[in-house]
C-alpha cells in the first residue's frame, strides 16, 4: 500500500491575505465597545498574523481593561470577523485553488492548520466555496488553536495522526510557522510572498504553483 502523504498550509499570508478586512471588522466592534476614537489598520493586523488570538488582543487592545473587558472585546471582534468574511472574503492568492487540485491528482493529501480562532478557517472555505472535511474534498480536514487551544506544533502533529500520514510538510510564511513545524518534527516550505522571513534555508516558494515542483522535492 502506497504511504499517506500531506501537505499541510497555514492561512495567512500563506494561503491569502484578510487584513484589510479584519481591520474593518475589528474596528466595527472596538468603536461599538465604546473606544470610538480607535482604529484597528491592515498594518496592525498584518504585524500581528499567526500569533493566537489572546496575544493578539493583549497587543492591540491595550486601552481595554485586561481581564473581562479585554476578553469581551476580542471574543466580539472574532465572531464578527468571522461574519464580514464568509461575507466578505479576503485576498485570495494566486493559484491557490488550482495548485490544491494538482497536489491531490499527484496523490498528495491537503490539509490547513492556523492559530485562528474557532469558525475562521471555515469563513474563508465557505466564502470561497471550497469543499472540506472528507476525503474526497479539496481540503480533507482542518485544525486551529480556537478549537482546542493547543500550539500550532501540536496541531500539525494532531493533523498528521488523525489523517494517518506516513510523510507530510508544512507551508507557512513567517518564522513562528517555521519553529512549530521543527518542533512538530516535519519538513517546512517557506511561502516567501507572505509576512516573514525565516532565519535559515529552507525550500521556499515565490508562487503559489511552484509546490508542485517543490512539495515532491520535500516529502517524495
Not at 142 to 156: R, T, V
Amino acid at each position: 500500500m502506497q504511504s499517506k502523504k500531506g501537505v499541510i498550509f497555514d492561512m495567512d499570508g500563506t494561503v491569502w491575505d484578510s487584513a484589510e478586512n479584519v481591520a474593518k471588522s475589528w474596528t466595527v466592534k472596538v468603536q461599538e465597545a465604546g473606544f470610538t476614537d480607535k482604529i484597528i489598520t491592515r498594518d496592525d493586523i498584518q504585524r500581528n498574523m499567526g500569533k493566537t488570538m489572546d496575544v493578539i488582543a493583549d497587543n492591540l487592545f491595550p486601552y481595554a481593561k485586561e481581564g473581562e473587558e479585554r476578553n469581551a472585546l476580542r471574543v466580539a471582534c472574532e465572531n464578527y470577523e468571522n461574519e464580514y468574511l464568509r461575507l466578505n472574503g479576503g485576498i485570495l492568492y494566486d493559484g491557490v485553488c488550482e495548485t490544491w487540485a494538482k497536489l491531490k491528482e499527484m496523490g498528495y493529501h491537503v490539509y490547513i492548520v492556523s492559530n485562528c480562532q474557532a469558525g475562521y478557517i471555515e469563513a474563508f472555505l465557505d466564502y470561497y466555496k471550497i469543499d472540506y472535511g472528507k476525503p474526497e474534498d479539496l481540503v480533507e480536514d482542518i485544525e486551529c488553536y480556537g478549537n482546542n487551544f493547543l500550539p500550532k506544533d501540536a496541531n500539525i502533529r494532531l493533523i498528521a495522526e488523525r489523517n494517518g500520514l506516513a510523510s507530510a510538510c508544512y507551508v507557512g510564511d513567517i518564522q513562528g510557522d517555521y519553529d512549530s513545524t521543527v518542533k512538530a518534527g516535519f519538513p517546512f516550505i517557506h511561502a516567501k510572498y507572505g509576512f516573514g522571513t525565516i532565519n535559515t534555508e529552507v525550500p521556499f516558494i515565490n508562487s503559489f504553483d511552484e509546490l508542485i515542483k517543490v512539495v515532491p522535492e520535500v516529502i517524495g
